[in-house]
């Protein structure tokens, strides 16, 4: 049952269309390297196609009719856009559910100290990484400092051509005998991840100022952004690859870019729902949470309850909220649950199954369940809803695969499916194979990209 390259059936007018898609996705990659940064694009992009703030609807106690499109964005790290349908609410809902946090290293609250006339950031690392792959390439840093008056500063640095970048250092090969012997996990520990941010004192510094160059690096903070060391205590600071996304390949058949995990998925549904023509006849939703990487937990993961408050704000806004009415209304609905899966790499041949592996190219992938070592922690989805998928694919002309995540016994994963599933409602995981997967830099097929979105709109319109 092997599946075919979806290239080959792109005609010039698919092949453009791709490739413009491909321009917005890596300029939305560029400028969204964290959640917040994430879900306030989404935001101005949905505005911009009339959206309006559920949370000011509610406030206004405005009656919505069909084709009424809504957004709402929790704490500013998860989102929501509703366009609500003809039939009512309880009847269920279209979701496509992405997250738009990725691996990272963020700073720690005390994160400034000066070592041999070198300052530093301390960082803990966020999510699965393999600490041994950020060391020795150009890092940015995105956030923001919130003073104690409540005033949010939004820093970013090392993204402009002319801006500094910053980086952790490797040990030299010349000296790396005892360290090459190490095993991967251990070549760089989790507190070797020392961001190096500067290295030249404070001009004029105080004889008795003990750490001239962290002083001056402090003095640029201020200058620059108008906080200081305590501030530190309250700020969200992410440490990332510096630089843009990138065609890969001669052929530009690759997009190589920070973060695809799981921002492909999310910015397919974005254009997805975005491509809606009026009243769609179920309500769809296009969600991005936040935190999956580190459980879905927190009021920004998937196991907060913003998805039901927002369900429920919607059922008072459209005929009236009744507790009935609403876990009607989740256990009718249906959801993809719309998250990155591992390619296939001829590299690694040997930690896949290759009748059972995504292949970059070949369409968006379903995965029926995910899970590790005997299926654990899956959303198992039905059968009679696989085959519904099916039919709306081939309907739809989508290339799509099936795949599970790696061999059997050799690891695996999660995603929110499992989450929404609690609901009763019919959940299947579908996403974009990738390549190098929650490295600096991943890789993604711009086909699979273009096929991620047929499939989102097509479910919006026909499940
Ligand atoms: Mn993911
Ligand atoms: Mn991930």
New binding site residues.
């Given amino acids: 049952m092997e599946r075919e390259i979806a290239w080959k059936k792109y005609t010039e007018a698919a092949s453009r269309e791709l490739e413009e898609l491909s321009r917005r996705y890596k300029d939305f990659l560029d400028n969204g390297k964290t959640e917040r940064e994430c879900a306030a694009r989404a935001i101005a992009l949905a505005e911009e196609k009339g959206y309006v703030s559920l949370e000011a609807a509610v406030k206004a106690g405005k009656k919505l009719k069909p084709g009424a499109k809504l957004w709402s964005a929790p704490m500013g790290k998860a989102i929501m856009l509703f366009v609500i349908g003809k039939q009512p609410l309880e009847d269920g809902i279209n979701i496509i559910g992405a997250?738009i946090d990725?691996?990272r290293m963020d700073l720690k609250q005390n994160p400034l100290y000066e070592d041999t006339d070198i300052a530093y950031f301390d960082t803990h690392y966020y999510?699965?990484i393999k600490k041994y792959q950020w060391v020795a390439l150009p890092l940015a840093m995105h956030g923001v400092v919130v003073k104690k008056d409540g005033t949010v500063i939004n820093v970013v640095v090392g993204e402009d051509d002319d801006d500094p970048v910053l980086c952790i250092s490797d040990l030299l090969i010349h000296l790396s005998q005892e360290q090459m012997q190490k095993k991967a996990a251990e070549v760089i520990g989790g507190e070797d991840l020392n961001v190096i941010i500067g290295g030249r004192p404070l001009k004029d510094a105080d004889e008795k100022e003990k750490e001239p160059v962290k002083a001056n690096v402090l003095k640029i903070l201020k200058d620059k952004y108008g906080f200081e060391e305590e501030d530190f205590l309250s700020a969200e600071i992410e440490i990332v690859p510096a630089g843009k996304a990138r065609d890969l390949g001669f052929d530009r058949s690759m997009i190589m870019g920070y973060g695809h995990?799981?921002r492909v998925c999310a910015y397919a549904e974005l254009e997805a729902i975005f491509a809606l023509k009026g009243a769609p006849k179920k309500t769809c939703c296009c969600l991005f949470s936040d935190k999956?990487?580190i459980g879905s937990v927190g009021a920004t993961g998937m196991q907060a309850n913003y998805f039901e408050n927002a369900v429920a704000e919607l059922l008072e806004l459209t005929g009236g909220y009744s507790d009935l009415k609403l876990r009607r209304g989740l256990a009718n609905s249906k959801m993809l649950s719309c998250?990155?899966s591992a390619g296939y790499d001829p590299n690694f041949a040997s930690a896949f199954e290759r009748k059972n592996a995504a292949f970059l190219g070949r369409g968006v992938c379903f995965n029926k369940y995910t899970g590790s070592r005997g299926k654990a922690g899956s959303n198992d989805a039905n059968a009679e809803y696989m085959a519904e998928v099916r039919r709306i694919m081939d309907d739809a002309k989508v290339s799509f695969q099936t795949a599970e995540l790696g061999r059997v016994d050799l690891g695996g994963?999660g995603t929110i499916a499992y989450i929404c599933a609690k609901y009763c409602m019919n959940v299947i995981d579908s996403g974009v194979a990738v390549l190098s997967?929650?490295a600096p830099w991943e890789i993604i097929s711009k086909a699979d990209l273009y096929e991620a979105k047929k499939c989102y709109k097509a479910f919006l319109e026909k499940a």
Avoid: R
């Fill in positions: 997250h990725s691996p999510g699965g995990d799981d999956e990487e998250d990155v994963g997967m929650h």
